[in-house]
């Protein structure tokens, strides 16, 4: 009769075995020529940001107020336990405020020092574009947008503007939240 393995035995092959096995690195679609965004919609104007600009999409939390601060910093949420400022990205921009809705989300972007979110009315997804697309953009005309947007893509009825978070979350009047 075969001898019984003890319990520890098992678990050291068991490791061993792990430690054997490559999985490989997990496949990646790299399509040259081919650049992808995270759609979204402030009022009228539709824009896209690089995927690797945008940590998270969120439905808008629970905000405490913060007091002494500008009308387009809405708050701060508790994400996970970190606390994250929410500005309203059309607030921002264009001085119209975002209303609610259903389709409302929450873009959370990193910035230096931590993470903010922006409200946004909508998220159209992911957007992919062609190299030959980005060859046909034209620049930002709207004097408030142009540091952020950096070319603009015509795709059927639809003008997107690619938008830099980077930009954003750098610019000196997007820091200085107070009043």
Same mark, same amino acid.
């Given at each position: 009769?075969a001898?019984?393995?003890?319990?520890?035995?098992l678990l050291a092959e068991?490791?061993?075995q792990?430690l054997?096995?490559?999985?490989g690195v997990?496949?990646q679609?790299?399509?040259?020529?081919?650049w992808r965004?995270?759609?979204?919609r402030l009022?009228?104007y539709?824009?896209?940001?690089?995927?690797?600009?945008?940590?998270?999409?969120?439905t808008?939390? @629970?905000m405490?107020d913060? @007091?002494g601060?500008?009308?387009?910093?809405l708050?701060?949420?508790?994400?996970?336990?970190?606390?994250? @400022?929410?500005v309203?990205l059309?607030h921002?921009?264009?001085n119209?405020v975002?209303?609610?809705?259903?389709?409302?989300r929450?873009l959370?972007?990193y910035? @230096?020092?931590g993470?903010?979110g922006?409200?946004?009315?909508?998220?159209?997804?992911?957007q992919?574009l062609?190299?030959?697309q980005?060859?046909?953009?034209?620049g930002?005309a709207?004097?408030?947008l142009?540091?952020f947007?950096?070319?603009?893509i015509?795709?059927?009825?639809?003008?997107l503007g690619?938008f830099?978070?980077t930009r954003l979350?750098?610019?000196?009047?997007?820091?200085?939240?107070?009043?």
């Amino acid at each position: 009769m075969a001898e019984a393995a003890l319990p520890y035995d098992l678990l050291a092959e068991y490791e061993r075995q792990s430690l054997a096995h490559d999985p490989g690195v997990p496949e990646q679609i790299e399509t040259p020529g081919l650049w992808r965004g995270i759609g979204f919609r402030l009022g009228s104007y539709y824009f896209v940001s690089d995927i690797s600009e945008v940590s998270e999409i969120l439905t808008p939390l @629970p905000m405490a107020d913060v @007091p002494g601060t500008l009308p387009w910093l809405l708050g701060v949420t508790n994400l996970r336990g970190n606390l994250v @400022p929410v500005v309203d990205l059309g607030h921002f921009l264009f001085n119209e405020v975002t209303r609610s809705t259903p389709r409302t989300r929450l873009l959370v972007v990193y910035q @230096p020092g931590g993470n903010v979110g922006l409200l946004v009315d909508e998220i159209s997804g992911l957007q992919t574009l062609t190299l030959e697309q980005r060859e046909h953009a034209e620049g930002e005309a709207h004097l408030k947008l142009r540091r952020f947007v950096e070319e603009n893509i015509t795709l059927g009825d639809k003008r997107l503007g690619v938008f830099s978070m980077t930009r954003l979350t750098r610019a000196s009047d997007f820091l200085q939240a107070a009043v």
